[in-house]
Antibody, heavy 121, light 107 residues
């Protein structure tokens, strides 16, 4: 059974940093594209970024709103996905979801339960 | 960036009724379109991908259609468990983008 479990959310001050983790199980992590998607309270879904599979060098893509501040990485030995978030802004406050896409991209067929990040002074 | 405009943003429908949600894209996306359902307090769930392919386990009352820049999600006979918010997403080019969502409520 595919499972994705996010952790690392919490309260951080504007300008601060936070690293989210997503532990994957039930599939070979390095074979799949993985996404981070966020959702502010009462708002819609916003795609944050994607990491391709190991065969494609774990290369990444980002939304303009986070490019240069957020970094996605993966560790296939730990079956884990990470989202390093720097220079956080109040607009980054949201639930962050880890998602599994297909082996060559495509939609997010599996989602974690999400972890809440609150950026506030 | 490709913009996705969903309509309506809110609709009220009866159990057993037919529901159609439209997603218009700012440019052609080669049918790389997905639909998701999200219930309050839950993570989104993939319903349809490649514009019209039903994800495994999704009831057949859900269907997707369209091409070019206009796509639709249809629920043929609305069930109580279908009251939720629905989102489209384009996967043709980066950055990937979502529509603003359509909330379906009980009439």
């Amino acid at each position: 059974e595919v499972q994705l479990v996010e952790s690392g959310g919490g309260l951080v001050q504007p300008g601060g940093s936070l690293r989210l983790s997503c532990t994957a199980s039930g599939f070979t992590f390095s074979d799949h594209y993985m996404d981070w998607v966020r959702q502010a309270a009462g708002k819609g879904l916003e795609w944050v970024g994607r990491i391709r599979n190991k065969a494609e060098g774990f290369t990444t893509e980002y939304a303009a709103s986070v490019k240069g501040r957020f970094t996605i990485s993966g560790d296939d030995l730990k079956n884990s996905l990470y989202l390093q978030m720097n220079n956080l802004k109040t607009d980054d406050t949201a639930v962050y979801y880890c998602c599994r896409a297909g082996r060559v991209g495509g939609p997010s067929g599996y989602w974690g339960q999400g972890t809440l990040v609150t950026v506030s002074s | 960036d490709i913009q996705l405009t969903q309509s309506p943003s809110f609709l009220s429908a009866s159990v057993g009724g037919r529901v159609t949600i439209t997603c218009r894209t700012s440019q052609g996306i080669n049918n790389y379109l997905a639909w998701y359902q999200q219930k309050p307090g839950n993570s989104p769930k993939l319903l349809i991908y490649a514009a019209s392919t039903l994800q495994s386990g999704v009831p057949s009352r859900f269907s997707g259609s369209g091409s070019g820049t206009e796509f639709t999600l249809t629920i043929s006979s609305l069930q109580p468990e279908d009251f939720a918010t629905y989102y489209c997403q384009q996967l043709n080019s980066y950055p990937l983008t979502f529509g603003g969502g359509t909330k379906v409520e009980i009439k």
